[in-house]
Every structure is written in C-alpha cells, then in structure tokens.
Nanobody, 124 residues
Framework: QVQLVESGGGLVQAGGSLRLSCAPTGRTLSTYTMGWFRQAPGKAREFVGSISRNGGSTYYADSVKGRFTISRDNVKNTVYLQMNSLKPEDTAVYYC?????????????????WGQGTQVTVSS
C-alpha cells in the first residue's frame, strides 16, 4: 500500500508561481510512474501531467504545457509540480497519483494510488 501526501498548495495571484510536492509513506516512488491531476469545483477530474519512473519522460495536458513542469527526485523520494504563470482557471484541488505502468499516461484508471489533494487558488 502506498500513501501519498501532497503539500505546497495555497493562494497566489494570477501570474504567480507555486511548487507542489508529493511524497509517499511506506514505499519508494522510484518504481512508479507518477501523475498529477486536478479537480475544480463542479468539474470532472482532469489530467495535468505525468513523469516516468526515471524522470526521463514527461507528458502534459495542453492546458498547462509550457507553464507547468513535473520533476522527481528519487533520492528524496519526492515528486514535484512547478506551476508558473498561474491563471484563475488553474484553481482546483491538485492530486498526485502513482501508477505501476512503465510509461507516462493520462489515464486516471492507470493510477493505483492517490493522495488526498492540496488546494490551489489563483486570484485574478
């Protein structure tokens, strides 16, 4: 069983930046493809980005490409989501997730473990 804990959310003005972190308890992340998803009020959960086990491959939703960057430090056992040029429409609860798949994926059904989420609010 993998328990994931996100941190780093908060309130930021449009154009600002935040960095989210995701760390597990009880397991190493290096054996998992990791993903970030988000869910805004009244909307379905949506894919944000994914990173392969060794960090060599990343994949992003078009809505965040060029603004968000996923990285991982397998020594520190932590995955990050750097969010720049934030927009009010980025406001959501952000979740990290772990998948046993070998490569990156946007399919939420491919992810076996999910964190509780961290709130990101972007004011205009």
């Amino acid at each position: 069983q993998v328990q994931l804990v996100e941190s780093g959310g908060g309130l930021v003005q449009a154009g600002g930046s935040l960095r989210l972190s995701c760390a597990p308890t009880g397991r190493t992340l290096s054996t998992y493809t990791m993903g970030w998803f988000r869910q805004a009020p009244g909307k379905a959960r949506e894919f944000v980005g994914s990173i392969s086990r060794n960090g060599g491959s990343t994949y992003y939703a078009d809505s965040v490409k060029g603004r968000f960057t996923i990285s991982r430090d397998n020594v520190k056992n932590t995955v990050y989501l750097q969010m720049n040029s934030l927009k009010p429409e980025d406001t959501a609860v952000y979740y990290c997730a772990a998948s046993g798949r070998l490569g990156t994926t946007a399919m939420d059904s491919a992810y076996n473990y999910w964190g509780q989420g961290t709130q990101v609010t972007v004011s205009s």
